[in-house]
């Protein structure tokens, strides 16, 4: 696949709020070091995960595009695909393919769920 360039994997950021329902708490699925992850869906039914970064972090917007452009070069099966980006003012939007099935480490590290995950199974 070839990268296109930055601006044609930037997402408008009303389209994403529009998709995540303002940001809703209905549509949190979770929060992490780097930020709070939102399910949304955009108006052709694509269902995404949006991670809204952290609004404390120094780096610009070209920095920025050029993560993410190299971010986009990483493919592997066990990796959640990042579709593209948005950025307004202070904010910093990651856009990922959805996956129902909830975070790989909700299986890992749940005493009971791991069991379902064998080593075999990881590793296949």
Known sequence: MKIGSSES???????IK??????????????GGFGVVYK?????????AVKRLV?????????????VLLVLKLRHRNLVR??????????RLL???FLPNASLDRFVFDQTKR???DWETRYI
């Open 9 to 15: 994997l930037q997402y408008n950021f009303s389209t």
């Open 18 to 31: 529009a998709a995540t329902n303002d940001f809703s708490e209905n549509n949190k699925l979770g929060r």
């Open 40 to 48: 949304g869906k955009l108006i052709d039914g694509t269902e995404i």
């Open 55 to 67: 609004g404390n972090s120094q780096q610009g917007d070209i920095e920025f595009k050029n993560e």
């Open 82 to 91: 990042l579709l593209g980006f948005s950025i307004e003012g202070k904010e």
């Open 95 to 97: 856009i990922y393919e």
């Open 115 to 117: 069991t379902l995950l």
